[in-house]
């Protein structure tokens, strides 16, 4: 009860704080609009075309998630550190990766409502039309566990290294150049094309598009293997960056630079 309560209250000021910060959210909407404008000039060869907006939107959108999830889950710790409470949170009874998932459900909150409002303006921008599978909030999340693993590690990372900021953006980076959004992976080389399989999103986008654009049902993609690799994908990010993020705990405590920025 106490461990639950304590995500409640996170999640709770999660949102208190995205809401007294309204201006920035608004800025965010925008430039999320500049940049998948800009993607849709690119790869559509200087002309927008409904269909290729249509492909990258599905790609875009979970990149966003991305960004906002591994942005986040860095830039608490960071700031708990350079605030000097960061030590006060690993005196709370419940575990910190714990407390760190209640930041972060409150950070998807609000990313969701963002980005929905996003895609609906894109949607009606666009002329794009999509039809709806309940198969694709089923990936979706799965495709979210790998996510919060991936975050925990970029969370690890910033407890040992400190400032890690260039590391949170350029992965981020990656994730938009890779993850195909802007090119469909089949059309990279084959050894990229393994590098970018290996990424927490890549096969998530896969999958939306197969049920979304193809509607492909949920059996077809277990029986040739594509949903399987993604649970196992997910499973292999929440489990390894869990330990990482743990293992980097108890190396900063032993080296006395917890609370250090």
Known sequence: MRIIKTMLNETYKGLLIAW??????????IMMGIVFTGIGFIT????????QMTFTLIGYSL?????????????????EAQAGTLEQIFMSPVPVALILIGRSFATLITATVNILLFTLAVLWGFQIHISWQWQSLVIFMITLAGLFGFGFLIAGAAL????????AGLTANALLFLNGSMLPV????????VVAKSLPTTQGVILLRETLLKLQPMDRLWQDGSLSFLCSQSVFYFGGGLLFFMWCVRRAKMAGTLGYY
């Open 186 to 193: 089949e059309k990279f080389p084959p050894w990229l094309a």
């Open 63 to 79: 990149w966003l998630y991305s960004s906002i999830i591994i942005a986040g889950m860095c830039r608490d710790l960071l700031g």
């Open 20 to 29: 007294n910060y309204k201006f920035e959210t608004f800025l965010q909407l």
């Open 44 to 51: 559509g060869g200087g002309r927008i075309s409904s269909g």
């Open 160 to 167: 040992v290294f400190k400032r890690i900021g260039e590391l």
